[in-house]
């Protein structure tokens, strides 16, 4: 099956800094998606990106499908943003996860 | 806008006992994943429904099984739980030749 991995596992930041979080995957996609699952568990869609950039707020996203990889971009971070990003590749809606990445942010 | 709807939001139950999700998707949402998201891993595909028949399944044991009904809507029943069922159960949904998943809140399910 598809591969996901997600870098660099974890991540520390201090308020205010930027981040990039990176996704590789192994196979052709049409579907890839990035989101925030926060400390109550809950999976927070952020991006449906299979190709190209994509912006929301403080938050952008970037797919180069022909190499395989996705950039999630995190500027001017806040505690809220503290959690684990997961980004999710597949076939239509059936998603395959990668481990995620653990991101705190201190005040 | 109207969410994936999951119940309950939170189950304990004991060792051996039966347990039933339910998972409202979206309106005009016709088809249905569910996940399985057991402590500090990541989300797996469990099974998939489309327009009432199942379209795709992955690792799911076969104490679980699953359908969705004419409404939409689906319940996951899993039976003889053992404690390593314990988990996050997401439902997703999409629409008709939609690829973007959305996720409900999930259920918490603890097994003791």
């Known amino acids: 099956g598809i591969q996901v991995e997600q870098s660099p596992p974890d991540l520390i930041l201090q308020e205010g800094a930027n981040s990039t979080l990176r996704c590789n995957f192994s196979?052709?996609?049409?579907?890839l998606q990035w989101f925030h699952q926060n400390p109550w568990g809950q999976l927070i869609n952020l991006f449906y990106?299979?190709?190209g950039t994509k912006q929301n707020g403080r938050l952008s996203a970037t797919t180069v499908a022909t190499e395989r990889y996705s950039l999630l971009y995190i500027s001017s971070s806040q505690t809220t943003d503290s959690g684990v990003y997961f980004c999710?590749?597949?076939?239509?809606?059936?998603?395959?996860f990668g481990k995620g990445i653990t991101l705190s942010v201190r005040p | 806008a109207a969410g994936v709807i999951q119940s309950p939001r939170h189950l304990i139950k004991e060792k051996r006992e039966t347990a039933t999700l339910k998972c409202y998707p979206i309106?005009?949402?016709?088809?249905v994943y569910w996940y399985q998201q057991g402590p500090g891993q990541d989300p797996q595909f469990l099974i998939s429904?489309?327009?009432?028949?199942?379209?795709d399944k992955g690792s799911i044991p076969d104490r679980f099984s699953a359908q969705q009904f004419s409404d939409y809507h689906s319940e996951l029943n899993m039976s003889s739980l053992e404690l390593g069922d314990s988990a996050l159960y997401f439902c997703?949904?999409?629409?008709?030749?939609?690829?973007?998943?959305?996720f409900g809140q999930g259920t918490r399910l603890t097994v003791v």
């Open positions: 990106i299979p190709s």
């Open positions: 429904f489309y327009e009432k028949m199942q379209s």
């Open positions: 997703a949904s999409s629409k008709q030749g939609g690829v973007e998943a959305f």
């Open positions: 196979d052709s996609v049409n579907n």
């Open positions: 999710a590749v597949g076939a239509n809606s059936k998603l395959t």
């Open positions: 309106p005009r949402h016709d088809t």
